[in-house]
């Protein structure tokens, strides 16, 4: 793994966040190493794009190690990933995956329905409470990753036709109207200033930030860099409806509630990862130096 020489240099030791440049070429140097690894010329193509996806997600405020650990710890995560849509597309489900799943359903992920609660039961007229029926004590991850995709599809009942299938047409509607109520932008456009519009959710490339108790950060949407300052009573609402939209845009090829639950489930599982990796990262003691250390498993070929 030649090109991580760049972790041994000084600004590698730092413990300020890593700079953009840093940051750029770390990333470059693990599109560069994983060729090592693997000649599979689709498979190298698909690990680089995780490689971005990976970075773009990162903590700004990580040092240079850190961030390492990060992109180390989120590749990984993305290669197990893959390999659970694999199985899963071959009805052969592992748990981990579906522990992964259960975790985006049940959980608090970036994405998960108790993290859009707000608006998702604003939406719905119904309440996860109502909805959400997990036996106490429940370990399995597959009944916990069922149990899950039926509290989605309750929740999603009043959107169901007769004949089973989900009616995305009304679901977009009630979520555009809820969001027009308290949000002057549209989803994914900026103010006249470029500026965020206001809800903790920052319509830019750059990541937003809001003031007050709403989601505190969030991944622009439009051009432009976004700051807002929240309203201190809204718990990020606003920016709750884009994310459904964002969801439903997604997966508006499932045909039923069940089928779009578990779309939701495989959409927002790399949030679940990303926010797990960043964490972990920050916990790296300074002093620590990252080594990357593949194994013969991890091999594409």
Partial sequence: MSNWGLLKGP????????????????????????????????????????????????????????LAVHHLLCLELQ?????????????????????RRAAVLSGSCPLSPNTLRTALE???????????????????????????????????????????????????????????????NKCGEKNENGKGD?????????????????NGKGKGNGKGKGKGKGKPDDNGEESQYCSLLEIVDNCDGAKTAEQFAKCWAEYGSPSCGYQLTNTLAAQLPDGCHAKPVFNQNQRAD
């Fill in 11 to 66: 600004e590698a030791s730092s413990s300020e966040p890593a700079t953009r440049e840093f940051a750029a070429s770390l990333a470059s140097g693990l599109k560069d190493s994983v060729a090592d690894i693997s000649s599979d010329q689709d498979w190298l193509a698909a690990t680089r794009q995780n490689i971005d996806r990976c970075a773009e997600n990162a903590d700004p405020s990580l040092t240079p190690g850190r």
């Fill in 79 to 99: 290669w197990y990933s893959t390999c659970g849509r694999q199985h899963e597309q071959n009805g052969t489900l592992s748990a981990e995956g579906a522990r």
């Fill in 122 to 184: 604003r939406v719905t007229g119904k309440t996860m409470k109502e909805c959400w029926r997990v036996p106490f004590g429940e370990s399995s991850p597959y009944r916990l990753y069922d149990a899950g995709v039926a509290g989605l599809a309750c929740l999603l009942n009043d959107f169901t036709k007769r004949d089973g299938t989900l009616n995305f047409g009304r679901l977009r509607g009630a979520i555009r109207r809820h969001n027009a109520k308290g949000n002057g």
């Fill in 198 to 214: 206001g809800n903790g959710n920052g319509n830019g490339k750059g990541k937003g930030k809001g003031k007050g108790k709403g």
